[in-house]
């Protein structure tokens, strides 16, 4: 492959994008088993031992496990962490928050998202946090259209969080997806109308806001894999799987199986 095919764009078919959504519901329904599991003495390593378990029960493989030498099939994140954060035996308590992030491999093509969990009763602050966050994921979607270009996902994400006093992350971002875990375009959470590649059916994309409390400063910690923020306020992070499909987003993922297992 030339340097340059190897950055471009790979808009897929009908046939892959229905590929894509059984990968991508995978992994919903993979969180939608974390869901139930999401209580205060639980450990992020027994939601990654049952998230592995599931995945291979489903033909697909998980998507992030071995990749770039993650160790883990979740990334699970406690509040001040934002994403990244690698499983451990600390058990989750009361007020937490808790970004899990879980990939599948089905077919040949990747599906990816993630679910910002509260632990009980969190703080007001916290709690409005999430709910803002989890706003600015379907505002970025309603603007993946045709009519729009890349950079207008980010431009209203980045209104809405800023609206409310938050960071939005600027060192990670959203992308593509298909048959690699990211592809091209990079979709950031932030940008200036009117940017970036023209959106075209076809295009398959995370878009994944990650927003802060605090600072949209983020620091990388010992572990070399945990991201969080600069100054320890805690961060939401949601992200679905979507295709463009006649001019419209079309989102491959679900959080149905979390609201159920939620009770929502």
Do not use: D, H, L, N
């Given at each position: 492959m030339s340097l340059l095919g190897k950055f471009m764009i790979r808009y897929k078919t009908s046939e892959e994008?229905?590929?894509m959504r059984e990968a991508a519901q995978i992994v919903s329904r993979t969180l939608g088993l974390v869901a139930k599991k999401m209580h205060p003495g639980t450990t992020p390593k027994e939601l990654d031992t049952m998230a592995e378990a599931y995945i291979r029960s489903q033909n697909a493989v998980p998507g992030f496990l071995g990749l770039y030498g993650?160790?883990?099939?979740l990334l699970i994140s406690v509040n001040?962490?934002?994403v990244h954060g690698l499983p451990t035996d600390r058990p989750f308590k009361e007020g937490d928050i808790v970004s899990v992030d879980?990939?599948?491999f089905y077919k040949g093509y990747y599906g990816d998202h993630a679910y910002t969990f509260e632990i009980?009763?969190?703080?007001?602050?916290?709690?409005k946090l999430c709910e803002v966050t989890k706003e600015c994921l379907y505002i970025g979607i309603d603007q993946c259209n045709t009519a729009n270009r890349v950079e207008d996902i980010g431009w209203a994400i980045q209104q809405h969080a800023e609206k409310h006093g938050y960071g939005v992350v600027r060192d990670l971002v959203g992308h593509g997806l298909g048959k690699n875990l990211h592809e091209e375009p990079q979709v950031p959470n932030f940008g200036r109308r009117g940017r970036g590649k023209r959106i075209q059916n076809g295009l398959t994309i995370a878009i994944e806001p990650m927003i802060n409390l605090g600072t949209e400063k983020v620091i990388t910690l010992d572990d070399k894999w945990t991201i969080a923020t600069a100054d320890g306020l805690p961060s939401a992070h949601f992200e679905h799987d979507v295709a463009v499909v006649d001019g419209q987003a079309v989102i491959l993922s679900t959080f149905d199986y979390i609201y159920e297992a939620l009770g929502k």
């Open positions: 994008i229905a590929i993650c160790p883990s099939t001040e962490q934002v879980c990939g599948s009980g009763e969190v703080r007001p602050e916290v709690k």
